[in-house]
């Protein structure tokens, strides 16, 4: 076999198609639309290469449209589980010591595979699953996915390259392995491109995984999966199980072999996970590396200097795209006084320019939230906001679930900044507003940063350059991901590594090598080349 310092194509971000009325692309993802929602999937467990059907089945429909079936999924029972465990670890003693070019290879050509042939089917399995619009679709599914490959192959790479000094005695190097045992990644509804990177980020390492997608994502983790198979994932590397949560991550946790969970959902059921994991710790045979993206209440604090419309269009776009379901999402602003009608006027018009519907009219901004349960949630606390004396909501208000689970993009005014909204993450297309006085600015930058439990995201808007870096000092903690006159949402792979601290998770940054490194145990080999004879030291005489 021939040797070499292999170099790896220099990743760069996937441009973005834009889908304009009459564009190829447009007509492409259309059609595949039409054929899949015309048509039905049974989606099989998949452990150790083989599709298990298990006859215990739930079924899909778009969240526009939930009388509507797009198919069924199986459900694991424990012992598909403990399956899935065990034929993990034996597909790890080939994918541990296979050269890393060829793991690089099956995970690149995942890339093209999704920037190609696989484009249309798997935004229009988001549009359909998951009820995102086009545009959403096309910068999560496919381009955010792509990227998460391509340079984590890059990253790779330059980890692998980090060698420590030598000298002319001893040669040290670095042995990046995999951990011993297997990952557990569970990912989330709302982004197809984490559902494929928390498994694929830590089996590019070398690790073997067992993967849980989200109930509500399972239609397009399947196109992922078949991408993973046509790329070339072996068997046992990245097996795809759905079914009860708890007795899922009950099962997984149970097992001695272990080693890390790649997560990325609510903060209460990552604390739940934290803690079986320290109640299980003296059965695991090594301390599991623990990675989570978890919630978010993020904010967008404007000064008297910024300028209104940007202002708006930033909590127009950052609170409402994707139905404000994202953990980036803008969900509480602080105005100062004296732009406030500005900002008001301008965001009520773009609010009230807005369309809603299926996202196969590509016309419609807005589509469903992503079930009954997150409508109902919702709906409640809209309810309560039209009977707060401290609440008034300035557009928004209404839903209907009788078709689809549809909530109007909703905005709260409060003269209370902490008004229950302006805390508690609702993960829907609702954002709460404060408007403090112009002389304030300080005050309220601490109010900001002593709101609620999360560290996620949060942008600040201002002309004046002292007002932005007394901004960027007082939030110093919380926002993990902070941006200067723009919308909280929108990170880009490569360019903002995502994630946040205090109840947001634990902050390991997708998108980068930080995320890498937890799926890596080191070996430091020293090799001397001439040992000595004589164990005594000069000091001794």
Same mark, same amino acid.
């Given at each position: ?103 690089a290879g099956i995970f690149l050509r995942a890339a093209e595979l999704i920037a190609g042939p696989y484009r249309a089917k798997i935004n229009a399995a988001t549009m359909l699953g998951q009820s995102k619009n086009i545009y959403q679709a096309e910068i999560d599914s496919a381009c955010e996915l792509i990227d998460f490959l391509r340079f984590n192959v890059q990253y790779m790479t330059e980890i692998y390259a980090e060698q420590p000094e030598s000298t002319s005695a001893a040669w040290n190097r ?96 990552? /604390? &739940?996970?934290?803690? *079986? @994991? ?6 695991? $045979? ?7 993206? %978890? ?91 039209? /009977? &707060?004396?401290?609440? *008034? @909501? ?6 209907? $679930? ?7 993009? %909703? ?131």
């Amino acid at each position: 076999m021939g040797n070499g310092f292999f170099e790896v194509p220099i990743a760069i971000n996937e441009p973005v198609k834009n889908y304009a009325p009459g564009s190829p692309e447009r007509k492409e993802v259309l059609d595949m639309y039409k054929k899949m929602y015309d048509s039905t999937v049974e989606v099989p467990l998949f452990i150790n290469g083989e599709e298990v059907k298990t006859g215990d089945t739930a079924t899909m429909s778009p969240p526009h449209e939930h009388k509507h079936t797009l198919g069924t999924f199986h459900k694991a029972s424990k012992k598909n589980i403990e399956e899935a465990i065990s034929t993990s670890l034996e597909a790890r003693k080939n994918w541990a010591i296979m050269p890393w070019e060829q793991r690089a290879g099956i995970f690149l050509r995942a890339a093209e595979l999704i920037a190609g042939p696989y484009r249309a089917k798997i935004n229009a399995a988001t549009m359909l699953g998951q009820s995102k619009n086009i545009y959403q679709a096309e910068i999560d599914s496919a381009c955010e996915l792509i990227d998460f490959l391509r340079f984590n192959v890059q990253y790779m790479t330059e980890i692998y390259a980090e060698q420590p000094e030598s000298t002319s005695a001893a040669w040290n190097r670095i042995e990046y392995r995999p951990l011993e045992g297997f990952v557990y990644a569970i990912t989330p509804f709302n982004f197809t491109a984490i559902a494929g990177n928390l498994p694929t980020s830590a089996a590019l390492m070398g690790n073997v995984v067992v993967w849980k997608p989200s109930d509500s994502q399972v239609y397009s983790a399947k196109v992922i999966l078949d991408i993973f198979r046509e790329a070339g994932v072996p068997a046992g590397v990245i097996n795809m199980v759905m079914g009860d949560p708890v007795m899922i991550t009950d099962t997984v946790l149970a097992s001695p072999d272990f080693s890390g969970i790649h997560f990325t959902g609510s903060t209460t059921v990552f /604390k &739940d996970i934290w803690q *079986k @994991i320290g109640n299980n710790i003296h059965n695991y $045979k090594t301390y599991p590396r623990i990675v989570g993206e %978890t919630g978010g209440k993020d904010f967008i604090v404007a000064h008297k200097t910024a300028n209104p419309k940007q202002v708006a269009t930033a909590i127009a776009r950052g609170a409402f795209e994707f139905q404000g379901q994202k953990c980036s999402a803008a969900s509480r602003c602080y105005i100062s006084e004296s732009i406030w009608d500005a900002v008001e006027n301008d965001l009520v018009a773009d609010i009230n320019s807005f369309k809603m519907g299926s996202p196969e009219n590509m016309e419609n901004f807005i589509t469903a939230v992503i079930h009954e349960g997150s409508f109902d949630k919702l709906a409640s606390y809209i309810d309560q906001a039209k /009977k &707060d004396k401290k609440a *008034k @909501i300035i557009v928004g208000g209404n839903y209907d $679930k009788s078709k689809g689970y549809f909530i109007e993009p %909703t905005v709260i005014v409060t003269e209370d900044p902490n008004y229950k909204t302006m805390s508690t993450e609702l993960f829907g297309p609702v954002v709460t507003i404060y408007v403090f006085k112009d002389k304030n600015w300080n005050e309220t930058l601490k109010l900001v940063d002593e709101t609620g439990i999360y560290a996620l995201t949060g942008a600040v808007f201002s002309e004046d350059r002292y007002a932005l870096d007394e901004a960027v000092k007082a939030l110093e903690n919380a926002a993990g991901n902070f941006y200067i006159n723009d919308k909280p949402t929108g990170a880009v792979v490569g360019q903002q590594p995502f994630g946040g601290a205090r109840a947001s998770g634990t902050n390991d940054k997708a998108g980068s090598k930080l995320n890498l490194y937890r799926w890596i145990s080191p070996r430091m080999v020293k090799e001397t080349f001439v040992s000595p004879t004589d164990y005594r030291y000069p000091f001794l005489g």
